[in-house]
């Protein structure tokens, strides 16, 4: 058979339940329903097989910045295509596109962040930073000091190595996780888990946790602490004010790598390139991904500051995948980073968009099931509640208040997440305000039909 677009939306859904298994999802459920199978999209809207035009407040996961439907990024894969498809960087090559991405990288991130080793995902990259900040400490003659301190319900990736850093007890649950020598300390989710502090108080007890952590398991025992600016698929966790600079003096104090999980926060999320600039941090690496191409195609890495890039590059680092800097991919993220930078994208995320959300999105709290909206540039939560006083949870097999709401959503021809009782927010940096506004309109009456 030749499957198209023009099938009847029953086909295509019969043979995606016959022959795909799909990530992070119930494949019962989901055939038992089928599947909605999305044929276009351009700019922040999708069309789907019915002619629906869905409001894509995801950004597909969270990584179409750009917008969709650039023709300048299919014509930059296509001359690179022709001119050279593959070549690798193992053996003593490079190539062009690598070079030219490299530079930019080097150029936009922040502090001596001037060194980037390439992968094919974020959860590749972080895979990289597990064994990379481990040789460099047995480079500097300190090979046990191997473990490194994430979080509690952060989200590093999906392989073994990034889903062990990763804190999702779901994921540890199946496959045998984590992986030896990762320590997980707690988030710093104020709603949830704040109890009677304020939320600065919150933010600084949590962060000093990783203090009690380094001192428990040994100052020559920890390697790095990695986190995300802002935690997303953990639900838009958007840190107390005191969270960051805490992390930032305990790793300066004790000489641990601080990895910034850039993935979702980097190339404009939070209003700024990096999430490190929002949030004044300054790390040894940062994993990059997702915008890094606005997901037009696969790639991510690790950018590594001059002195750690200096240690590994005294010896052999044997690690490397296939498609660590595809030429491909490097041209296609080259020109998104091109558009995003020449067309003032980022700029006006920041200065324009993010205050024009904040103010839509934060007005949400007015409605009987928010508790607390959160926003950090453009990506944004909600928390349900039954009772706003208390910041009382949903039981969790009444978990489905979110559920229920992103159904809504859905029918409603709007993509907004769920997580647990979070609503989350991550719409392409493009958005304008007429859209936001239709954003919050359908929330809202999805919202209504969830209470
Ligand atoms: N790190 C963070 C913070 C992420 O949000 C994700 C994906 O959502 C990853 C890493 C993994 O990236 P990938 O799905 O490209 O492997």
Redesign the pocket.
Known sequence: TLITNHMPTAELQALDAAHHMHPFTNGDELNAKGARVITRAKGVTLTDSDGNEILDAMAG??CVNLGYGRDELAEAAARQMKELPYYNTFFQTTHVPVIALSERLAQLAPGDLNHVFYAG????A?DTNIRLVRTYWAQKGKPDKNIIISRKNA????SVG?ASLGGMQGMHAQGGLPIPDIHHINQPNWWAEGGDMTPEEFGLARAQELEEAILELGEDRVAAFIG?PVQ??GGVIVPPETYWPEIQRICDKYGILLIA?E??CGFGRTGQWFGSQTYGIRPHIM?I??GLSSGYAPI?GSIVCDEVAEVMNACEFAHGYTYSGHPVACAVALENLRILEEEGIVDRAGSETAPYLKQKWEGLVDHPLVGEAKIAGLMGSIALTPDKATRAQFAADAGTAGLICREECFANNLVMRHVGDRMVISPPLVITKPEIDTLIDRATTALDAAH
Do not use: P, R
Request: charged residues 20%; hydrophobic residues 25%.
């Open positions: 996961l969270w995902s974020g959860s590749e972080n989200y590093h990736g999906s990034s995300e997303g698929a999980d993935v979702i994993t991904a997702k991510g």
